[in-house]
């Protein structure tokens, strides 16, 4: 990602934007290569939705011996036919309870996913506002690279939290993950709050400096103080990425388990689209009072304030998601 972004920065965006291009295609060839290699295996789970809810009527219909149908005791019948009904809509509905129970939790989720889209987006502008210039060297650090923190934090993060977190917190709730599913959702959805307010606060001195020195060179803040937001960001990711992969695929009804990784997905789908309206709704509104929170000249805008906001709504987020999760109640296997 580096290197990509070190061209698209001072080379070529045509070339840079060839290099992910090519690593797709190698990455789709590898992929064909090893597809007849491939062994599907039949499952024999039964779930209670789609094909399979009139598969289990089919099923269970087969026991009915075709005799029967002819038989004068016609209510003996009627009864052994409700009962299979009884069971196929009861197992319907059941599946049908356990996903609607999961809807609130995945809705407080998304105020997550607005804070995710922040990175890509503002996180990098705020970059290319700022001194680039590597420690001791007149090197230029792209301002997308710093993103690759994010990626070196969680590659860090994952092995302590297995191998030394996981083992503490183990000690004091005797449970084998060390905390639940949620609670590891709930600690990220919190370290995502600090890393909006950590982002709000380096903006905020960032602009003060350009002030006073009216956007001199020699006093533009350095881009490092971008990476606390950035770590902290990677520590979020972590704890709610694999936290809700964790929970929403454990506790979907067993025939939808690819439903619970859609849950997951689309928590940072959903979340950009609404990255994307407040940030529409946040410039048209302060456009109306004068300069935009968002002018093209940063040193002019107050990117600041956005991310104020932004801390706000993922803080309500997550005020909400502990009243839901203290009340939710975890499937039984």
Known sequence: ???????????????????????????????????????????????????????DVGDESRDVPFSSIFAPDE?????????????TWTGLIEEAKQVSNLIPIWATCIFYGVVAAQPPSLFTKQGGAMDRRFPGHDFQVPAAALQSCIAFTMVVLL?????????????????????????????????????????????????ALAGAAEAAAAARMSVWWLLPQYVLFGVAHVFVYVGSSEFFY????????????????????????????????????????GASWFDTDLDRAHLDYFYWLVAATSATGFGLFLYLAKSYVYKIK
């Open 1 to 55: 990602m580096i290197i990509v972004t070190y061209i698209q920065d001072n080379k070529s965006w045509g070339f840079g934007f060839c290099l992910p291009c090519f690593s797709i295609v190698a990455a789709f060839a590898l992929f064909l290569v090893g597809t007849p290699c491939y062994r599907f295996t039949r499952t024999k789970n039964r779930g209670g939705l789609g094909k399979s809810f009139f598969r």
């Open 75 to 87: 209510e003996r019948l009627l009864n052994e036919a409700r009962d299979v009904r009884k069971w």
């Open 159 to 207: 092995p302590i939290y297995d191998r030394v977190f996981v083992p503490a917190a183990r000690l004091f709730t005797k449970l084998p993950s060390g905390i639940t599913m949620l609670q590891r959702i709930g600690t990220g959805l919190l370290v995502s709050v600090a890393a909006m307010v950590a982002a709000a606060a380096v903006e905020r001195r960032r602009l």
């Open 250 to 289: 454990d506790q979907m009804p067993e025939g939808l388990r690819s439903l619970g990784i859609a849950f997951c997905l689309t928590i940072f789908g959903v979340g950009s689209f609404l990255s994307g309206i407040l940030v529409w709704v946040v410039d048209a509104a302060s456009s109306a009072n």
